[in-house]
């Protein structure tokens, strides 16, 4: 069976997030009103072959754990869908 896994990989919430003060600040300087937080993270979608999706799920996990994110800095969740 074919899945697609779409995954996001967010900064920890405890940590600064440079990117998205620059862009809060930003928005600020321009004239925007009410911004408040801006966190930026990672979007990324992967097409997987699996037997069902619990074996997809757990190969999509270890992969966001060994490969995609930092778990120091960075958490990540997922769906998978079938295509």
């Given at each position: 069976m074919r899945f697609i896994a779409e995954i996001d990989i967010m900064p920890l919430k405890a940590l600064l997030d440079p990117q998205g003060e620059a862009?809060?600040?930003s928005a600020l300087k321009?004239?925007?009103k009410g911004i408040g937080s801006v966190r930026?993270?990672?979007h990324i979608e992967i097409e997987i072959e699996a037997a069902?999706?619990?074996k997809?799920?757990?190969e999509i996990d270890k992969l966001c754990e060994k490969?995609?994110?930092n778990p120091i800095i960075e958490s990540y969740n997922?769906?998978?869908n079938k295509i």
């Open positions: 862009v809060k600040n321009s004239g925007y930026i993270g990672k069902d999706k619990e997809a799920e757990k490969l995609l994110s997922f769906k998978i």
